[in-house]
T-cell receptor, first 114, second 113 residues
């Protein structure tokens, strides 16, 4: 089944403790992206990747890192999480991000930073 | 940079009534337009998209949207809603594939029995 898989589904952590949210897709998509969803603010893009080893900042990249060493994986890294990073995070992928293609979303990761 | 405005944050509507969810984008020569739906506790799913051609676009679950270039709008409509349509709906726009998608803040549709 074609899907984008995010883990974990829920995560509670404390300020400053490094964490990684994993994202994997099995559709051989070139484009992958991370969003955060906050009430009243909609989805805001954190980082995106057009292909392996190519990553770019989105609208809200501060405090986040990403890597794209393999086509299928696009982990989101919070080196030193802070409470303002408490949010619902979504990973998404598409065949090609800039051609009007359909975005496939993961089920989300609810992160709470205490 | 492209921007998207969803004019209503919440829309309550009775079952079997028609609904329109409004979306406006900042002007551009050529755009790609999308509507995504998010059911409770799920990720987003594509409802419909406009890339070119006919300005009336039909999507899944009986939804349709009309691209209006002069008004820079892409409103979503359904003639008769069901309880199962209760969800959050996001409008998104890209400058004809030259930029990543920009999402609106979402409209929460609540269908009342």
């Amino acid at each position: 089944e074609a899907q984008v898989t995010q883990n974990p589904r829920y995560l509670i952590t404390v300020t400053g403790k490094k964490l990684t949210v994993t994202c994997s897709q099995n559709m051989n998509h070139e484009y992958m992206s991370w969003y955060r969803q906050d009430p009243g603010l909609g989805l805001r893009q954190i980082y995106y990747s057009m292909n392996v080893e190519v990553t770019d900042k989105g609208d809200v990249p501060e405090g986040y890192k990403v890597s794209r060493k393999e086509k299928r994986n696009f982990p989101l890294i919070l080196e030193s999480p802070s409470p303002n990073q408490t949010s619902l995070y979504f990973c998404a992928s598409s065949l090609s991000g800039l051609s009007g293609g359909k975005l496939f979303f993961g089920s989300g990761t609810q992160l709470s930073v205490l | 940079a492209q921007s998207v405005t969803q004019l209503d944050s919440q829309v309550p509507v009775f079952e079997e009534a028609p609904v329109e969810l409004r979306c406006n984008y900042s002007s551009s020569v050529s755009v790609y337009l999308f509507w995504y739906v998010q059911y409770p506790n799920q990720g987003l799913q594509l409802l419909l998209k406009y890339l070119s051609g006919s300005t009336l676009v039909k999507g899944i679950n009986g939804f349709e949207a009309e691209f209006n270039k002069s008004q820079t709008s892409f409103h979503l409509r359904k003639p008769s809603v069901h309880i199962s349509d209760t969800a959050e709906y996001f409008c998104a726009v890209s400058d004809s594939g030259n930029t990543p998608l920009v999402f609106g803040k979402g409209t929460r549709l609540s269908v009342i029995a």
